[in-house]
Structures are given as structure tokens and as C-alpha cells.
């Protein structure tokens, strides 16, 4: 379980990645190639540089060599946006506790009941994560739970960090509706396992690329392609 403490709830998940980057204002942050944009833009706010490892995906040696270059706050999106890639738990284990105190780690979960469903070992339970001083977790309801427009994300991680994630929230960032409705979605369990099981996958993904089968390989590329196109214009 996992105390009020050490929750913040947000406008969406985004809203703590925002908070936790105007908490630091960071010179440099660091992420892979390709993953969720909004790492970038609120970064960007702050005047941080931004370092990125050469692959697309999450490959940790890439970031163990970037982090020669002092980020001060490392993304790692597990799974990733967009690419659906998802590294092991006791990989992601291995690498925090080889990463500096100083150097915030957050974990983005938006799409965590999915990978935990399809792969156990990719599973990242955040009460894990709180005896770490620099891991950040966020969730979201917004997948899973099916309450994308009711705009309820979270945080979790150690006391010392929500506190401060706390000095940024304004008292009336969710309304009442949207925390009604997350807490009954907390309730429907069976909703979210049938979410997330492979047919629903499936359907996802046909209703996003096509009926037309695609090796892992061409997917990767088809959506990197898109997302450049639709962030970066090219």
C-alpha cells in the first residue's frame, strides 16, 4: 500500500512531470530518442538541454554513457510512448541504485497496466520506489481506467519529494467530478482487465495502423515517422 504522503494528484499525469521539472529547473534532462514529447516541451521551458541516447528505445547503456554529461533529471517511459517498448523491472532496479541521489529519476506509468498484463517482469509496482530519495512515479487514469478527458494523472514517490511537488499544485487543479469518477474507476476492476487483455489490444492497434501484419521492426519506424512528423514538423 502507499500512504496519502506520498501521492500528489494532478490534472493529468503531465501536469506532475510539469511540476516536478519547475521544482528543479534543471540544465540538462535526459530521455531516449524517441518518447513522450511533453518531456521535451516542459524541459524547454526551463531553458534545459536536452540529451538523448542514439536509439530510439530505452537502451540503459546509452544512458549510463549520457550520464557522463550531468543531466539532472533522467525520463524513462516504461512503457514508451510511442514505441510500446518496455524494459524488465530488474533492469530498471539495477540502473537506479547505480544512478547518483542527486539525480531525479521519473518513471512514467501512463501505460503500466498494459505491460504488466502482456509481461510480468516488466512490472514497476511504485511502492517499490519509495525508499528511493530520487525516483519519481507518475500513473495516470487516463489509459487503463478509460478517463482521458477527466484529466486525473498522479505522483508517487518519498515523502521529501511530494511535499515539494505540493508547493507547485494550485488547491483547485482536479474538480470534483473527475475525483468522483477516478474513484469509482478504482472500484470496476473488471473494466480494467478487460481493457488491457490482448483482443482490446489488438483492436487498438488495427483501429490505429490497419489490419495489414507488421513486424515489430516496421512498426517502429511507421510510428517514429509519425511522431516526428506530428512534433517536429519533418
Known sequence: QVKSENIIICAGSDQVLEFAIHAIEP???LMSKTTFAMYEIYSKQVGAEIL???SHEHNLDEFREKLKENPEIIFLCLPNNPLGECLDWEEVKKFIDEVDEDILIIIDGAYQEFAAFKDKSKEIKPNKLLKYKNVLYTGTFSKAYG???MRVG???ANEFIIKNLHKL???FNI???SLAAAIEALKDEEFVK???TEDELLQTKQFLIGSEPLSDETLMHKLVKEFNE????Y
Do not use: E, Q, S, W
Open 27 to 29: 540544465k540538462k534532462v
Open 52 to 54: 538523448k541516447t542514439d
Open 147 to 149: 478517463l482521458g478527458g
Open 154 to 156: 498522479y505522483g508517487i
Open 169 to 171: 499544485r494550485p488547491p
Open 175 to 177: 474538480t470534483t467530478l
Open 194 to 196: 478487460n481493457g488491457v
Open 230 to 233: 506530428y512534433y517536429h514538423g
